[in-house]
């Protein structure tokens, strides 16, 4: 199922591969987890994922100040943020890939760690790699090493260290890479999405690996996301969203997060752009009609006589369903009228010599 999500139809837009971001919005409550993958599966998104850390393989306790809004989330230190969230283990994890088994929708967590990867594997089609470990080479290489498609962000990155990631994945043994378009700002303000990088790096990329993006911009008050319409029309494979049961929640990623309504609406959307598309072969049967009834036929603009030549001022192009298409006037000039033809009457293939 994945693999169509990323090579099946040929245009991205399609068919992207929706991942609900939920990340540790559950708070570090194992049934708000469950309920927000039960919600994720509603909206319709095809994986729930999640975060795997612990605080202290993470972030320094000393020098890692905070890089979100603080007005949302006060917490000044990236240790002491994730601090709060880091208590889930493999039996959390087990349980909740189980859950997502049940009802039929993938189940991802973003590994922060050697550990985690391995934690992880047994559990998950794919990996993803998030923005800020893009230059971690031991993870890169852990990753890889499960040859498993990989998912990388590729927010606050040059295109020369993203080559020089995608590389070392590939050594490593990664199967199938899809970079994710991203800006590492919590939240990103609607000037600052560059969504026009998409297009970039399918020209630049796009020859050995899968192109998505990665969205931290605020659902409009309406819920709608015009950022992952922009990014789907692009021809964004695989799109991550933030995901959660409530966005006036304090936290860091609950105030640019989506609930199941806004996703809902937003694959509907897309369902009506797929059939707004249609396939990359041009069906001219839907056109039957119009190409029978519609186009001009060659009529006659005056009496003609037979055995009198037929010139370009005895003929007219009417639309029609009789006679022969104005596509063939060539090769009815100059020839020799068979029969009478009346004025107005169309001219078939064998009204003349």
């Not at 693999?3 to 837009?13: I, P």
């Not at 009802?103 to 047994?122: M, R």
């Not at 409009?220 to 799109?239: F, T």
Request: charge should be negative; charged fraction near 25%; glycine fraction near 8%.
């Amino acid at each position: 199922m994945l693999d169509f999500y990323l090579n099946g139809v040929g245009y991205g837009f399609l068919r992207p591969y929706l991942i609900a971001e939920i990340g540790v919005n559950h708070g570090g409550d194992l049934q708000r987890a469950k309920d927000l993958i039960r919600l994720a599966h509603e909206g319709g998104a095809h994986a729930a994922k999640f975060q795997t850390y612990k605080a202290d393989k993470l972030a320094s306790k000393e020098t890692a100040p905070a890089y979100w809004d603080t007005s949302e989330e006060p917490t000044k230190t990236q240790h002491e943020l994730f601090s709060k969230y880091d208590g889930f283990g493999e039996k959390e994890y087990l349980e909740l890939a189980d859950y997502c088994s049940e009802l039929g929708i993938d189940f991802l967590s973003t590994p922060f760690d050697l550990e985690s990867v391995d934690l992880l594997d047994p559990l998950m089609p794919l990996f993803k790699i998030a923005s800020a470990d893009l230059t971690n080479v031991p993870l890169l290489r852990k990753v890889g090493a499960k040859k498993k498609p990989v998912l990388m962000s590729v927010g606050a990155s040059s295109h020369e260290e993203i080559s020089n990631s995608v590389e070392i994945l590939k050594e490593a043994g990664a199967t199938q890479i899809t970079l994710l378009h991203c800006v590492l700002n919590y939240p990103t303000p609607k000037e600052h999405a560059q969504l026009a990088q998409i297009p970039v790096l399918i020209e630049k990329f796009g020859e050995e690996v899968s192109i998505g993006y990665s969205d931290h911009v605020r659902p409009n008050d309406d819920g709608s996301m015009p950022a992952l319409e922009i990014a789907a029309l692009a021809g964004a494979r695989v799109i991550e969203k933030h995901f959660t049961d409530d966005k006036t929640a304090k936290g860091n990623d609950h105030y640019h997060a989506m609930n199941s309504e806004d996703l809902y609406r937003f694959m509907s959307r897309l369902a009506d752009y797929e059939s707004l598309q249609g396939g990359p072969e041009l069906d001219l049967e839907v056109q039957k009609t119009a190409i029978g009834n519609a186009r001009r036929r060659i009529s006659a603009a005056e009496p003609i006589a037979a055995g009198s030549a037929i010139t370009e001022q005895s003929l007219i192009a009417l639309r029609g369903n009789k006679g022969l298409e104005i596509s063939k006037w060539d090769s009815v000039v100059g020839k020799t009228a068979v029969r009478d033809i009346a004025e107005g009457e169309s001219i078939s293939e064998g009204d003349f010599s």
